[in-house]
């Protein structure tokens, strides 16, 4: 949408933490589009948290599109949202966008479409497919059209509004993401703790991982520093591919048992910690 990847992605659910906006124009409109975490059922402090900064992110916005997977179709959670557009849509249009089209056949596409139309009255429903790029730029026309009038928010070649150290604090987590297993990922978060701009033109970025138990920092480490080598390498390709210039990424594991009940993480993720409550 906003030609440029501002938000990290993986195949594991949840990988959204907070709302990162990223920016695009089309014609004389600038869209600022802000993604938000998935909506699900929370369980712990960092859980709460991003759900409400879902749900905040709705309610801040001047359009609303939920974004619908095709394959997996109206769910129990997708069935508690509809219910809470109830109240969020008020005084905004909501759209609704079925996304991963390519996974699914047209009849069953059409069938979903009506059943979620049925259960919320959409002002207009797209189908897309964000991998491949189908409908995505109808999707942007129409936002383009539905933005109030103003002043553009953003100057012309700005595409996120996230800063630079929190962008290469979740470039670093993504990789780790992609790369351990089951929970862990969600038991770890990155944080920037130094950024020095050399004389050469290069950048010497130091950030933290912090871990809650001793088990894993071994496992992000991996077995002679393996693993945490590779993350480095991938995390400081991409930042340097990002910057256009070259980066000196170091990293540093830090175990924290309670790092999930420390107001700051949440700040330094974007989080309110209060919301987690
Ligand atoms: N086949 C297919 N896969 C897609 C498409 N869009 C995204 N994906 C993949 O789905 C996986 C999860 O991405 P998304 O569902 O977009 O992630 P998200 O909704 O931001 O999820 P969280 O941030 O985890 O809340 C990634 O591996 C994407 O590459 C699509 O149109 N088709
Ligand atoms: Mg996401």
Same mark, same amino acid.
């Given at each position: 949408?906003?030609?440029?990847? &501002?938000? $990290?992605?993986?195949?594991?659910?949840?990988?959204?933490?907070?709302? $990162?906006?990223?920016?695009?124009?089309?014609?004389?409109?600038? !869209?600022?589009?802000?993604?938000?975490?998935?909506?699900?059922?929370?369980?712990?402090?960092?859980?709460?948290?991003? &759900? *409400?900064?879902?749900?905040?992110?709705?309610?801040?916005?001047? &359009?609303?599109?939920?974004?619908?997977? *095709?394959?997996?179709?109206?769910?129990?959670?997708?069935?508690?949202?509809?219910?809470? =557009?109830?109240?969020?849509?008020?005084?905004?249009?909501?759209?609704?966008? $079925? +996304?991963? !089209?390519?996974?699914?056949?047209?009849?069953?596409?059409?069938?979903?479409?009506?059943?979620? +139309?049925?259960?919320?009255?959409?002002?207009?429903?797209?189908?897309?497919?964000?991998?491949?790029?189908?409908?995505?730029?109808?999707?942007?026309?129409?936002?383009?059209?539905?933005?109030?009038?103003?002043?553009?928010?953003?100057?012309?070649?700005?595409?996120?509004?996230?800063?630079?150290?929190?962008?290469?604090?979740?470039?670093?987590?993504?990789? =780790?993401?992609?790369? @351990?297993?089951?929970?862990?990922?969600?038991?770890?978060?990155?944080?920037?703790? +130094?950024?020095?701009?050399?004389?050469?033109?290069?950048?010497?970025?130091?950030?933290?991982?912090?871990?809650?138990?001793?088990?894993?920092?071994?496992?992000?480490?991996?077995?002679?520093?393996?693993?945490?080598?590779?993350?480095?390498?991938?995390?400081?390709?991409?930042?340097?591919?990002?910057?256009?210039?070259?980066?000196?990424?170091?990293?540093?594991?830090?175990?924290?048992? +309670?790092?999930?009940?420390?107001?700051?993480?949440?700040?330094?993720?974007? @989080?309110?910690?209060?919301?987690?409550?």
């Amino acid at each position: 949408m906003v030609g440029a990847k &501002v938000s $990290i992605v993986t195949h594991k659910v949840q990988t959204t933490r907070a709302r $990162i906006r990223g920016v695009a124009i089309e014609g004389d409109s600038q !869209i600022v589009f802000v993604d938000t975490p998935g909506l699900f059922k929370p369980r712990r402090r960092l859980d709460r948290a991003m &759900v *409400a900064a879902a749900w905040g992110g709705a309610a801040d916005a001047d &359009v609303v599109v939920l974004l619908v997977e *095709a394959h997996r179709g109206l769910t129990e959670g997708v069935g508690r949202i509809l219910d809470g =557009l109830q109240d969020i849509g008020k005084g905004r249009p909501v759209a609704l966008a $079925i +996304n991963k !089209i390519d996974r699914v056949k047209a009849e069953v596409l059409l069938a979903l479409s009506a059943k979620l +139309n049925e259960r919320y009255p959409f002002v207009e429903t797209f189908m897309i497919s964000a991998e491949k790029g189908h409908g995505v730029a109808d999707l942007r026309a129409w936002l383009a059209g539905k933005m109030p009038e103003g002043p553009w928010l953003y100057p012309e070649d700005q595409i996120a509004d996230l800063p630079l150290r929190m962008i290469a604090a979740e470039m670093t987590r993504e990789k =780790l993401t992609l790369r @351990l297993h089951q929970e862990l990922p969600y038991q770890l978060t990155v944080e920037t703790e +130094n950024w020095e701009e050399r004389k050469d033109g290069s950048a010497r970025v130091d950030q933290l991982i912090y871990v809650a138990r001793d088990g894993h920092k071994g496992i992000v480490l991996g077995k002679k520093g393996e693993t945490i080598k590779a993350v480095s390498q991938a995390a400081r390709a991409e930042l340097e591919e990002f910057l256009g210039r070259k980066v000196h990424l170091f990293l540093q594991v830090k175990v924290r048992p +309670n790092w999930l009940e420390e107001a700051e993480r949440y700040s330094e993720m974007g @989080l309110d910690f209060r919301d987690g409550n």
